[in-house]
Nanobody, 125 residues
């Protein structure tokens, strides 16, 4: 499966953005999708995960309560809704997918087999 992340941009603190992760190549409905982000010079970090059921998600503490995940299997797309953005949310955001992710390991990069190219989110203060 190929993943395409999009929706990044430059916004002010407090604004919202919605990122999309579109899959092609096969049906996305059996894939769990995770989002990660990376600031240059730092390690990539977990943001959130939505399991293939669509009803199970969890998030990093740093974004909990501000970010949500949803999926539209008919469109083969997962959405990361980011509200109340902060300057520290500035990063390149990546989506990743796999059919083999277990609940307890959704935060691990090694759980994912396919990665998108990343989309830059910049939040100004």
């Amino acid at each position: 499966v190929q993943l395409q992340a999009s929706g990044g941009g430059l916004v002010q603190a407090g604004a919202s953005l919605r990122l999309s992760c579109a899959a092609s190549g096969r049906s996305f409905r059996t894939y769990t999708t995770g989002w990660f982000r990376q600031v240059p010079g730092k390690e990539r970090e977990f943001v959130g995960v939505i399991f293939r059921s669509g009803s199970t998600t969890y998030f990093a503490d740093s974004v909990k309560g501000r970010f949500t995940l949803s999926r539209d299997n008919a469109k083969n797309t997962v959405y990361l809704q980011m509200n109340s953005l902060k300057p520290e949310d500035t990063a390149v955001y990546y989506c990743a997918a796999s059919e083999r992710v277990i609940y307890s390991a959704g935060y691990r990069e090694s759980s994912y087999d396919f990665w998108g190219q990343g989309t830059l989110v910049t939040v100004s203060s």
